[in-house]
T-cell receptor, first 109, second 111 residues
Framework: KNEVEQSPQNLTAQEGEFITINCSYS?????LHWLQQHPGGGIVSLFM???GKKKHGRLIATINIQEKHSSLHITASHPRDSAVYIC???????????FGTGTRLTIIP | NAGVTQTPKFRVLKTGQSMTLLCAQD?????MYWYRQDPGMGLRLIHY???????AKGEVPDGYNVSRLKKQNFLLGLESAAPSQTSVYFC??????????FGQGTRLTVV
């Protein structure tokens, strides 16, 4: 069974701080997804990556396939980054995603 | 471009009542999914579809039925609602091995 673990579960930081959220998974995968969910809101896809690094604005996602680990970084964090960040993986040959329980990020002005 | 649209957004049901949640996507995606999200747990797959006319069970299918008569629509039915089905329901769609697009969610309370 594919397990997806995220850390930390909760993270509070001051505006401007560099943020790192981690995701580990247990089986081989074809790609990893990072999603964002604002309080009371829908879910938005941030990244889908299968190797290396991707960058979008202040967000950077990295993945190490050999170590079965991915990180999501936020540079110059802002209160509007406050949300739950979720990683999800589809195991090889399986179109279904397994989700982590999410990391609740709060950025204080 | 509307993306993925779920209706309704909120609903309160009495135990034993039935209802249908509608998910519509306008991106010509093959895959569609229904998830439920409960506090302290990750999203869990209820049912999914890999194309028009096909459906399959996910992780927590009991008490739910689905239909995909048209490619753009994926319906989730609750035959006899129970308090344990109080949750937030999300629909998603995708192509093969691409990013998933999610609806805004349906908050269902069963009393």
């Amino acid at each position: 069974k594919n397990e997806v673990e995220q850390s930390p579960q909760n993270l509070t930081a001051q505006e401007g701080e560099f943020i790192t959220i981690n995701c580990s998974y247990s089986v081989g995968i074809s790609a990893l997804h990072w999603l964002q969910q604002h309080p009371g809101g829908g879910i938005v896809s941030l990244f889908m990556l299968s190797s290396g690094k991707k960058k979008h604005g202040r967000l950077i996602a990295t993945i190490n396939i050999q170590e079965k680990h991915s990180s999501l970084h936020i540079t110059a964090s802002h209160p509007r980054d406050s949300a739950v960040y979720i990683c999800a993986v589809p195991p090889f040959g399986n179109e279904k995603l397994t989700f982590g329980t999410g990391t609740r990020l709060t950025i204080i002005p | 471009n509307a993306g993925v649209t779920q209706t309704p957004k909120f609903r309160v049901l009495k135990t034993g009542q039935s209802m249908t949640l509608l998910c519509a996507q306008d991106m010509n995606h093959e895959y569609m999914y229904w998830y439920r999200q409960d506090p302290g747990m990750g999203l869990r797959l209820i049912h999914y579809s890999v194309g028009e006319g096909t459906t399959a069970k996910g992780e927590v299918p009991d008490g739910y039925n689905v239909s995909r008569l048209k490619k753009q629509n994926f319906l989730l039915g609750l035959e006899s609602a129970a308090p344990s089905q109080t949750s937030v329901y999300f629909c998603a769609s995708s192509l093969v091995n691409t990013e998933a697009f999610f609806g805004q969610g349906t908050r269902l309370t069963v009393v």
